[in-house]
C-alpha cells in the first residue's frame, strides 16, 4: 500500500514559469513532510519541510503548500532555473524515525 | 561541518567477499539510517540508530549487518550478497525522532555491484 503517491513521473517547464509538483497521502497519522531533490548518483538533498500545523512554507525559490484535509501538498518553485532539473521526492513522517517515500517526479526545466 | 559522508564511492564486490561500507557525520546527530535506492525507485529504509542502538530493522536480510561504533560513524557489513543486491546504499543522519529532528540529511551513497 503506498501511503505517499506522486501521481506525475515527470514534468517538463520553460526556465523562469513556475514548476508545481504534487504529492498525495493517505496516513492521516503523518504529521511532517519533507521534499527532497536528488541527482543522478547523488544522495537526496534536503529542499523544504512543513509541520502539520502550518499550510505553507516558504524558502526562496521554494514554497511548499499543505492541504490537510485533501491530504495533498504541493511544491512550487518559481522562477524555475535548468539546474532544478533533478529528481523530487516528497517523504512523510508519522512522529518516529522513520520517513515514508513517494516514487519520485522527474522535473526537466528547458531554457 | 554539514556533511554526511560515505566511503568508498563505489564497490564492485564477488558474492563470496566480505565487505564492508562506512558512513560519518560530524553535525552532532543522534540518529543514523541505512537506505537502499535501485534505479527509478525511492530509497527504501533497512537499518535506523538512535543513541547508537538499533531501533529500526525492516526486515532486512542478515547478509547485511549494521554497526554503530559511536554517535558518528556507522558501518554496514556485507557478506554473501546475491546480484539484486546491486544498489545504491544511501546513509543519512537526523537529530532526533519526531517533527524537524526527522530532517534527514544524506550522504552521496555507495554504488553497489555484485557479481
Known amino acids: 500500500d503506498q501511503q505517499v503517491k506522486q501521481n506525475s513521473p515527470s514534468l517538463s517547464v520553460q526556465e523562469g514559469r513556475i514548476s508545481i509538483l504534487n504529492c498525495d497521502y493517505t496516513n492521516s497519522m503523518f504529521d ?80 | 561541518d554539514t556533511e554526511v559522508t560515505q566511503t568508498p564511492k563505489h564497490l564492485v564486490m564477488g558474492m563470496t567477499n566480505k565487505k564492508s561500507l562506512k558512513c560519518e557525520q560530524h553535525m552532532g546527530h543522534r540518529a543514523m539510517y541505512w537506505y537502499k535506492q535501485k534505479a527509478k525507485k525511492p530509497p527504501e529504509l533497512m537499518f535506523v540508530y538512535s543513541y547508537e542502538k538499533l531501533s529500526i530493522n525492516e526486515s532486512v536480510p542478515s547478509r547485511f549487518s549494521p554497526e ?14 546475491q546480484p539484486e543486491d546491486s544498489a545504491l546504499y544511501l546513509c543519512a543522519s537526523s537529530q532526533g525522532t519526531g517533527g524537524s529532528y526527522n530532517e534527514q540529511f544524506f550522504g552521496p551513497g555507495t554504488r553497489l555491484t555484485v557479481l
Open chain 1, 32 to 111: 511532517y513532510f519533507l521534499w527532497y531533490k536528488k541527482y543522478p548518483a547523488e544522495g537526496p538533498t534536503f529542499l523544504i519541510s512543513i509541520s502539520s500545523i502550518k499550510d505553507k512554507n516558504e524558502d526562496g525559490r521554494f514554497t511548499v503548500f499543505l492541504n490537510k484535509s485533501a491530504k495533498h501538498l504541493s511544491l512550487h518553485i518559481v522562477p524555475s532555473q535548468p539546474g532544478d532539473s533533478a529528481v523530487y521526492f516528497c517523504a512523510a513522517s508519522a512522529g518516529g524515525n522513520k520517513l515514508v517515500f513517494g516514487a519520485g517526479t522527474i522535473l526537466r526545466v528547458k531554457s
Open chain 2, 68 to 81: 554503530c561504533p559511536n554517535s558518528s560513524l556507522l558501518n554496514l557489513h556485507l557478506h554473501a550478497l
